[in-house]
């Protein structure tokens, strides 16, 4: 039997790469523009890494992480995240004893052992940012600001962004004994999960999906209601500058990221329309999570968004991207020599840097004029024994139909300069 790829993974063939690439692309421009860079980090690290850098509490590394031994018995884990990654990476190199803030991005796939459905993978890829070393409110506006712009950009339709802070250590504190005040006549009612979380975790209650849990736990206290003076002002102002820089957004006080070094900012990006996975972007800020991989204390905030499902909601709001021609000119030798010669002016152009290619199948005049046709290429270049015996090149305008001779030591001054007319 034929070897299947793994459940949850895709081959993203011809056709559709191309979308990928051109999101890649506007990714890469639009941090470029807001002064982020790039940072690549392994595709697996240590199993410690994520247990504390991304939570024993979270449905991430309690159900869905590719953890193995390695023949050292070493145990490491495919990446189900960046953040964890980058600021171990940040700590590593001691990016903190140089200019702060350091702004970086990472696109690349991630690994989570999840029950593939629609916008659901195993493997899956993130673009995300993470700014280290500045803790004021403009950081986050600026972070949330850069994916407002990108989906815009993008033509995106049906864009939600919500904010809300989840406070800081003392504030929740407080948050949290007034919860458990408040759900626990009805504690026995909350699924199985909630239960746990109820000692735990008891914020993570205000998100779970399940519907009894939603409906105990309406009008109970958010975080919002107990922030200290700091984290409230944080997020007063957080709202004034998205507000200053035209960011459509909505609080949300039931939108939690429930780790400890989770601090203030929380938001996320939804989109209409897309079926039923619409979260396209989840962030926060954590200013206790380089210190929690083994650094200094130093505040973060970050961004992971899903590639996939970005794509898939592009498609949903009917945006095309018109792509150039594949080929410029396609050259059609027909006899060994001709083909020689042929392949020699081909070699030439893509020296050049102009996109030319030749037939590779051995075929007729007649199935090498199909193929340039299909391809959309701008010209054939037609050379066979008779042309090669008169040294000339039949120059063929297939937008056109219209068709020329050309002496053969000219073509490819002609060929070059039509390429310049065209780009
Ligand atoms: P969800 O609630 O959908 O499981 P999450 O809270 O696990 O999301 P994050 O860890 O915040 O998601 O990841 C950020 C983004 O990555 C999500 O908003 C989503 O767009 C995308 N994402 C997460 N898991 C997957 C997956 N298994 N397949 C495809 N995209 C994913
Ligand atoms: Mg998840």
Redesign the pocket.
């Known amino acids: 039997m034929a070897i299947q790829r793994p459940k949850?993974t895709q081959d993203l063939l011809p056709g559709v790469v191309e979308k990928w690439q051109d999101l890649e692309q506007q990714i890469r421009k639009i941090c470029r523009e807001y002064g982020y860079e790039e940072i690549r980090t392994p595709m697996f690290e240590a199993t410690e890494l994520f247990q504390r850098g991304v939570g024993e509490t979270t449905?991430?590394v309690n159900k869905?992480m590719y953890s193995f031994l390695d023949k050292g018995d070493r145990s490491v884990t495919l990446r189900?995240?960046g953040t964890a990654s980058v600021c171990r990476a940040y700590v590593e190199n001691k990016l903190y004893g140089g200019p702060q803030p350091v702004k970086l991005y990472y696109m690349g796939p991630?690994f989570?052992y999840?029950r593939?459905q629609a916008?659901?993978?195993?493997?899956?890829?993130?673009f995300?940012v993470e700014v280290l070393g500045a803790d004021k409110p403009i950081v986050d506006a600026e972070v949330i600001t850069l994916v407002w712009d990108l989906y815009n950009r993008l033509g995106l339709k049906g864009l939600e962004v919500h904010v809300n802070s989840v406070g800081c250590p003392t504030c929740r504190a407080e948050h949290r004994t007034k919860l458990q005040e408040f759900l626990a006549p009805r504690r026995e009612q909350l699924c199985k999960d909630c239960q746990d979380r109820f000692e735990r975790n008891p914020m993570r209650i205000l998100d779970c999906?399940n519907p009894t849990c939603q409906e105990i736990t309406q009008g109970a206290p958010t975080t919002l209601d107990t922030l200290c003076l700091e984290c409230s002002e944080h997020f007063q102002e957080l709202q004034e500058l998205l507000t200053a820089a035209g960011v459509r957004y909505k609080v949300d006080p039931r939108l939690v990221r429930g780790l400890d070094y989770y601090r203030k900012t929380a938001f996320?990006?939804l989109v209409e329309d897309i079926g039923a996975?619409s979260?396209?972007?989840?962030?926060g800020r954590y200013d206790g999570l380089v210190q929690e991989v083994g650094g200094p204390q130093t505040p973060g905030i970050g961004?992971?968004?899903?590639?996939?499902?970005?794509l898939n909601a592009i498609y949903a709001s009917g945006q095309v991207t018109e792509r150039a021609p594949k080929e410029f000119v396609m050259f059609i030798a027909l006899g060994e020599a001709a083909q020689k010669k042929a392949f020699s002016l081909v070699s030439q152009l893509r020296s050049k840097g102009i996109s030319a290619s030749i037939d590779l199948l051995g075929r007729s005049l007649k199935s090498q004029l199909k193929t340039a046709d299909k391809a959309q290429a701008h010209y054939a270049a037609i050379l066979g024994e008779d042309e090669l015996t008169r040294q000339v090149v039949i120059l063929r305008d297939l937008a056109l139909g219209e068709q020329l001779e050309v002496p053969i030591t000219d073509v490819l001054d002609d060929l070059m300069r039509k390429w310049e007319e065209e780009v």
Request: with cysteine; net charge negative; proline share 6%.
């Open positions: 949850g449905d991430i869905e189900p995240e991630m989570r999840e593939p916008g659901r993978f195993r493997q899956f890829h993130q995300g999906k996320e990006v996975q979260a396209i972007c989840g962030g961004f992971a968004m899903g590639m996939e499902r970005v």
